[in-house]
C-alpha cells in the first residue's frame, strides 16, 4: 500500500495551495533575514496557534512531522559546539567551543529551523498534488510541461517507500541483503535511483504519447479560485511574519544577518 501525500478530510484541504505557498513567502523571508531567537519563538506560538485555531494542531504533533521536531535540535546541538563563539565561555575542548555566543546562536537555529519548516511541511501535508497542479497552471499561469510534469512526479513520490521495501525483500531473497549496513545502503539506494530512472522514462514516454508534451494551450477539468478564503490564509502568513519582526523590534533582539 502506497503512502499517500495528503490525508482526506484534512483543515485547509479546500484551499488554493498556490495561497498556501504564498503565506509562507513572508514568514520565510522575515526569519531568513534574522539570527534571533524571540522572532523565530514569536512566529512558532503564533503558528501553533493559529493549527490549533483551525483544526490542525493535532497534525503538527504527529509522526508525519516527527523529521523536524529531531532535525531542529540536531541542527542546534551543531551551533552549540562548533557555532561561532563569543562572550564568556563555558566548555571547551578541540574543536568544541561551548560559550555565550554560541548558545544564542543554538537557541535561535533551533526555533528558526521549527519556526520555517513545521508551517511548510503541516500545509504541504494538507495539498493534493491535482489540487497544486491546477493552480500551479490556472493562478500562476505557468507552463503546463513543467506542472504536468511536477504533478506525475508527486504522484509517484509515494512509491519510493514500496520501492525500497521491495528491493530489500528482493535482495534478501538473492542472498545479497548482508553485509555491512554502508554497503548495503549504498547498493539499494543507486538499484533504488535506476529504477526511479527508468520509471520516469516510461512515464515520459507515455506523457509524450497522449499529447502531454505538445505546445497546445490546454484546459482544465477543475477550476482553481483564488477567492476570500485564500486571501485571508496569505493575510494570515503576513500577519504571522509581521508579529514576529515587531515584537523582535520591540525588544531589541532584532539582529540582521549581514550586521552580525
Known amino acids: 500500500m502506497s503512502i499517500g501525500l495528503v490525508r482526506a478530510g484534512l483543515p485547509l484541504a479546500s484551499i488554493n495551495p498556490v495561497a498556501k505557498l504564498l503565506a509562507a513567502v513572508p514568514l520565510s523571508v522575515a526569519l531568513i533575514l534574522t539570527l534571533d531567537p524571540v522572532s523565530a519563538a514569536t512566529a512558532l506560538l503564533a503558528e501553533l496557534a493559529l493549527f490549533a485555531a483551525v483544526g490542525l494542531g493535532p497534525l503538527a504533533f504527529s509522526v508525519r512531522t516527527l523529521p ?4 531542529a535540535p540536531l541542527t542546534g546541538v551543531s551551533m552549540l559546539l562548533y557555532g561561532e563563539s563569543s562572550g564568556a565561555t563555558f566548555f571547551e575542548f578541540g ?4 560559550s555565550e555566543g554560541s548558545i544564542h546562536i543554538a537557541a535561535s537555529t533551533t526555533l528558526r ?3 520555517i ?8 501535508l494538507t495539498i493534493d498534488p491535482t489540487d497544486l497542479a491546477d493552480g500551479l497552471a490556472q493562478t500562476l ?5 513543467f506542472v504536468l510534469g511536477a504533478l506525475a512526479a508527486l504522484r509517484l513520490a509515494g512509491t519510493t517507500v514500496d520501492d525500497w521495501r521491495m528491493l530489500s525483500l528482493a535482495r ?3 542472498g545479497v541483503g548482508d553485509g555491512a549496513f554502508p554497503v548495503r545502503f549504498a547498493r539499494q539506494s543507486l538499484a533504488l535511483l ?14 509524450e504519447a497522449r499529447g502531454f508534451g505538445s505546445d497546445v494551450p490546454r484546459s482544465w477539468w477543475r477550476p482553481a479560485r483564488f477567492g476570500r478564503a485564500e486571501w485571508a490564509t496569505v493575510a494570515a502568513g503576513a500577519a504571522v511574519a509581521a508579529l514576529a519582526v515587531g515584537v523582535a523590534v520591540a ?4 539582529n540582521v544577518i549581514w550586521h552580525g
Not at 535506476?194 to 506523457?207: D, N, S, W
Open 68 to 71: 523536524v521536531w529531531i532535525a
Open 95 to 98: 574543536l568544541i567551543h561551548i
Open 113 to 115: 529551523v521549527l519556526a
Open 117 to 124: 519548516a513545521l508551517p511548510a511541511v503541516v500545509l504541504f
Open 141 to 145: 499561469r505557468l507552463p503546463a510541461r
Open 172 to 174: 534478501r531473497a538473492r
Open 194 to 207: 535506476v529504477l526511479a530512472v527508468r520509471r520516469g522514462g516510461t512515464l515520459a514516454t507515455a506523457m
Open 251 to 254: 525588544t531589541g533582539s532584532w
